[in-house]
Each structure stands twice: as C-alpha cells, then as structure tokens.
C-alpha cells in the first residue's frame, strides 16, 4: 500500500470502504460463521450468553423446523 498521506480523498474512502466491507471476514473465517452486520454479530453474541434452559428451548425449537 503507498504512504497514507501520498493517497487522494477518493482513495482514502475507498480504502475505508473496502476495509468495512470486509471486517468480519477473518472473524467468519476462523470462526466458520455466517454473519456480516453489526446486528448480525451482537445478536450472536447475546445468544451465546443465552442461559442453558433457554438455549435447550432455542435448539429444540430450531430442530422442529429442520424435521
């Protein structure tokens, strides 16, 4: 990449542009996950924070919709 301070406004956004659109990617990657949004992510993150009773609910409820 050249210097930062060498680079024009439009090159400048479009670094910062093609960097948002692929922040989550080492993440899905590593992570074997789907997910590209803000929303997407806490959401997860707030499941896994799930308590066990409620999660056993979740998976049983997701399992019914698979059979």
């Keep these: 990449m050249p210097e930062i301070s060498k680079l024009t406004k439009a090159q400048l956004i479009d670094i910062i542009q093609q960097q948002e659109e692929n922040k989550y990617a080492v993440l899905k990657e590593e992570l074997g996950l789907p997910y590209n949004t803000d929303e997407e992510w806490v959401d997860y993150i707030k499941g896994l924070q799930t308590s066990p009773d409620e999660l056993i609910k979740q998976l049983k409820a997701s ?4 059979y």
Excluded at 63 to 66: G, I, P
Aim: hydrophobic content about 75%.
């Design 63 to 66: 399992a019914m919709r698979v």
